[in-house]
């Protein structure tokens, strides 16, 4: 008799500090230990800018604009010196527009040329690498890129006021 009351107690005690465990708050240090812990991005203020990454998840070299770009060759249409250009190098991307300027068409080719893609405000494409985002509108004059994948596929873009 004895064994059974030992038994049950120690279950009552089990469930009584899991219970406890689950309605205690969760530190952000405890958080960022466990297994699942995988690094979150969270979006950015709205600064007006596209932004372009050359890895996903916002990784490797970055340049940002905040009007409409003809050509990602080179550094001149960018808001930021360093940046060497990113034609054909995204696979990551951000709209961090205002309202008014709240949508981007990414395009083929240059002098927003060929197909295009539309990121609206405050969206973001983390990797462009799996394929998901194609270029998904042409035009009846120029439909080269149509169908492809972004990823390393982007020559320039334009604000538009919606997708």
Same mark, same amino acid.
């Given at each position: 008799m004895r064994g059974k009351k030992m038994k @049950? =107690?120690? /279950?009552?005690?089990?469930?009584?500090? %899991?219970? /406890?465990?689950?309605?205690?708050?969760? %530190? +952000?240090?405890?958080?960022?230990? *466990?297994?699942?812990?995988?690094?979150? /991005?969270a979006a950015a203020a709205a600064d007006g800018q596209l932004h372009a990454w050359e890895h996903a998840y916002r990784g490797?070299?970055?340049?940002?604009? %905040?009007?409409?770009?003809?050509?990602?060759? *080179? /550094? @001149?249409?960018? +808001?930021?010196?360093?940046? *060497? *250009? =990113?034609?054909?190098?995204? %696979?990551?991307?951000?709209?961090?527009g205002y309202e008014g300027v709240d949508a981007v068409n990414l395009y083929?080719?240059?002098?927003?040329?060929?197909?295009?893609a539309c990121l609206s405000r405050g969206d973001m494409w983390m990797d462009l690498a799996l394929g998901w985002e194609t270029f998904s509108h042409k035009s009846w004059l120029n439909s080269g890129g149509y169908g492809e994948s972004l990823h390393d596929n982007i020559s320039s873009h334009q604000w538009v006021e919606s997708c």
């Open positions: @049950k =107690m120690r /279950l009552f005690a089990a469930a009584a500090a %899991t219970a /406890l465990a689950v309605s205690l708050p969760v %530190t +952000s240090a405890q958080a960022a230990e *466990g297994p699942a812990a995988a690094p979150r /991005l490797g070299d970055h340049c940002y604009w %905040t009007g409409s770009s003809r050509h990602w060759d *080179g /550094l @001149k249409e960018t +808001s930021q010196p360093g940046c *060497g *250009g =990113m034609r054909n190098r995204a %696979t990551s991307l951000e709209n961090r083929w080719d240059i002098d927003q040329e060929g197909a295009w």
